[in-house]
Structure formats: structure tokens, C-alpha cells
């Protein structure tokens, strides 16, 4: 019942900007997260918030991402700064815990490259 929809994706140059929205239907209010999967490498968390409004990010990203959502909206956003080659990704939203984890939906491609 819950669908997940990421956007927003898209090819940047090294030190661009790029804003990703999830669109979140058919669940409660739940803590939100913002991960990604770069070839080679393992799905890994980036970002989350939680219902209130509390965030955390990996080291990785941390003063160049930010997570927020609109519960009016029923939508997480992540905003993305000062991009790096190694951003490269498909970026998926789910919720935070895996106890509770979602369906993956189809996720968006970030390409960071010159």
C-alpha cells in the first residue's frame, strides 16, 4: 500500500546543485530517510528526518545536503550543494528504520560529472 516516488534527478557538473523530492502515499507519519546507491558499492543512508522534523546525515554529505519535508504535502525533499564526482548515484527514499522499511521504488539518478 505505501508508494514511494523519487525525482528531481539528473546530470550536474562538480560543484552544481540539485533538489530531489520523495512523494510518500499510503503510510502514517513515519522518520524519512534519503539513500543512495553508487555502482560497486552497497545502498547506504544519507540523510533522515524525523516526524518532528529532526535530521541526520553521514559524514559523507554533512553541510552540503539538507533534508526537509512538508507534512502538509505528504513529500521529503532533499537539496543537494556543492555536488562531487562521488555523489554519483541512484537516490531512493524509504522509510529510516529497516524494521519498518517500505517497497523500494524505482529511485532517481544523480550523475555528477564535467
Known amino acids: 500500500q505505501v508508494q514511494l516516488v523519487e525525482s528531481g534527478g539528473g546530470l550536474v557538473q562538480p560543484g552544481g546543485s540539485l533538489r530531489l523530492s520523495c512523494a510518500v502515499s499510503?503510510?502514517?507519519?513515519?522518520?524519512m530517510g534519503w539513500f543512495r546507491q553508487a555502482p560497486g558499492k552497497q545502498r547506504e543512508l544519507v540523510a533522515g528526518i524525523t516526524s518532528s522534523g529532526t535530521t541526520n546525515y553521514a559524514d559523507s554529505v554533512k553541510g552540503r545536503f539538507t533534508i526537509s519535508r512538508d507534512n502538509a504535502k505528504n513529500t521529503v525533499y532533499l537539496q543537494m550543494n556543492s555536488l562531487k564526482p562521488e555523489d554519483t548515484a541512484v537516490y531512493y527514499c524509504?522509510?529510516?528504520?529497516?524494521?519498518?522499511?517500505?517497497?523500494w521504488g524505482q529511485g532517481t539518478q544523480v550523475t555528477v560529472s564535467s
Open positions: 524509504n522509510r529510516q528504520s529497516a524494521f519498518i522499511r517500505a517497497p
Open positions: 499510503g503510510t502514517g507519519i513515519y522518520a
